[in-house]
């Protein structure tokens, strides 16, 4: 790994520490340094802010946020469903406050999640009849069980990311499908916003990805990446928060002609600020 640091970033949103991004040319990502121990990152989502573990609708950001997610999961559904399955078998991991898995059990999937928030996870279940499970069910669930695994937004948290990939890789059918979701670090907000790109979120994040990361990283397990997707939304609400951690208030003008230009420059570049990674397993 090289120990140049690529960029250093503030926690703006719970422990104003800084970290420092450091490159591993290897894998083409950059990696939060110093990483919080396993046992500590729970302190860092600490924060009534921290969206994806509630329902509330308090503020223009929160409102953008449920308004996005409310398309998104048509999206979602729609994506899942052009796929042929065995048996509609879905695995969401990090699934938040359970409205992905919700959409997918209305349209017969037979849905199971993960998610380690206690508070995210009730809410969860008491939308799915308690299909929702903290993260140590990872390794009790059988080989080859999933038709589909879904990681929105996720991957970039997880710890021992090398243990994960290969539980994703033993979960998933042969044939089956593995769904990521994650921020592209070398989009142009990111270029833009530098250290006060929201969605570096650390060290929250642990890992930041690019496409030739992503690609590589995976295929070393096993699986191929099948088709790439751009998250429109996502450099719209990413401008938001980065404004808002910028100048102190959200500026939704400017956020918005940031997040358009993102999108503009992505059309040639392919470098959107998130992205969608279909995998598939051989």
């Known amino acids: 790994m090289n120990m140049s640091k690529y960029i250093t970033v503030k926690d703006h949103s719970v422990s104003g520490e800084s970290f420092d991004l450091i490159p591993n040319e290897e894998q083409d990502i950059l990696v939060t340094t110093p990483q919080p121990h396993a046992d500590n990152l729970s302190k860092y989502y600490e924060s009534e802010d921290y969206i994806s573990h509630t329902d509330t609708k308090r503020n223009l950001l929160e409102h953008v ?3 996005i997610r409310k398309r998104a999961l048509k999206n979602k559904l729609s994506l899942i469903n052009s796929f042929k399955t065995e048996e509609k078998t879905l695995l969401d991991i990090g699934c938040g406050t359970g409205d992905f898995l ?7 999937w037979k849905i199971s999640g993960i998610e380690p928030n206690s508070d995210a996870r009730n809410i969860a279940n008491s939308k799915t009849g308690n299909k929702v499970f903290d993260s140590s069910k990872l390794s009790e669930f059988d080989a080859n069980s999933f ?3 879904t990681l929105w937004h996720v991957l970039e948290h997880l710890p021992n990311l090398e243990e994960h990939l290969r539980i994703f890789n033993r979960l998933l059918k042969t044939n089956g499908h593995l769904i990521i979701a994650v921020p592209n670090y070398k989009c142009y907000d990111a270029e833009h916003y530098k250290s006060f790109w929201a969605a570096y979120d650390v060290p929250r994040h642990l890992w930041h990805f690019s496409q030739k990361g992503m690609k590589r990283i995976f295929e070393e397990k096993g699986l191929l990446l099948d088709k790439t997707y751009p998250m429109y939304f996502d450099s719209f609400y990413v401008s938001l928060l980065s404004e808002k951690y910028k100048s102190g208030f959200m500026n939704p003008f400017k956020a918005f002609w940031i997040g358009l230009r993102s999108n503009l420059k992505a059309k040639h570049s ?3 600020s998130s992205l969608i990674y279909i995998f598939k397993k051989d």
Not at 102 to 108: I, R, Y
């Open 65 to 67: 946020y449920h308004l």
């Open 102 to 108: 919700k959409t997918a059990l209305e349209d017969d």
């Open 147 to 149: 038709d589909v695994i």
């Open 270 to 272: 392919g470098e959107y």
